[in-house]
């Protein structure tokens, strides 16, 4: 504002945009550097014990899904298949399920496969 030249005014104007964008840069780059330094000091005695919990609730659910997986042998019905798909809540039941019907499915249409070559041999 202290100069009336217009084109003084264009370079100063620029200058500013200039200085404010290798601000963001330094600013993004400083951001970045934090995300990824390694963590230090009691922030490590945490991660250890969330570890350690994490480590137990996947045992658990290997366990769960093992269970699981033994049950969805025992049944024979697509549609009992069906009804624990919609009732499963965690993607790992929901996908031991899928499978399930898919075998099941897989078997029928073999099953069926052998009187279907007969039918046509006739």
Same mark, same amino acid.
């Given at each position: 504002? !202290? +100069?009336?030249? /217009? !084109?003084?005014?264009?370079?100063?104007r620029?200058a500013?945009?200039e200085?404010? #964008?290798?601000?963001l840069?330094?600013? @993004?780059?400083?951001l !970045?550097?934090?995300?990824? #330094?390694? @963590?230090?000091g009691?922030h #490590?005695?945490?991660n250890?014990?969330?570890?350690?919990r994490?480590?137990q /609730?996947e045992?658990?659910?290997?366990?769960?899904?093992a269970c699981?997986?033994?049950?969805?042998e025992?049944? +024979?019905?697509v549609?009992e298949? +069906?009804k624990?798909?919609?009732a !499963?809540?965690e993607?790992e039941?929901?996908?031991l399920?899928r499978a399930?019907?898919?075998k099941?499915?897989?078997?029928?249409?073999?099953?069926e496969?052998?009187?279907l070559?007969?039918g046509q041999g006739?």
């Open positions: 504002e !202290a +100069t009336l030249d /217009l !084109a003084e005014r264009r370079r100063i620029s500013i945009r200085l404010q #964008r290798q601000e840069e330094r600013d @993004e780059e400083a !970045a550097s934090k995300r990824f #330094r390694p @963590e230090r009691s #490590r005695q945490d250890k014990e969330n570890w350690l994490s480590q /609730l045992e658990e659910q290997q366990k769960a899904l699981l997986s033994r049950e969805l025992s049944i +024979t019905d549609e298949l +069906t624990l798909l919609r !499963a809540s993607y039941e929901r996908k399920i399930a019907i898919r099941l499915r897989a078997e029928e249409i073999e099953g496969a052998p009187s070559c007969l006739r």
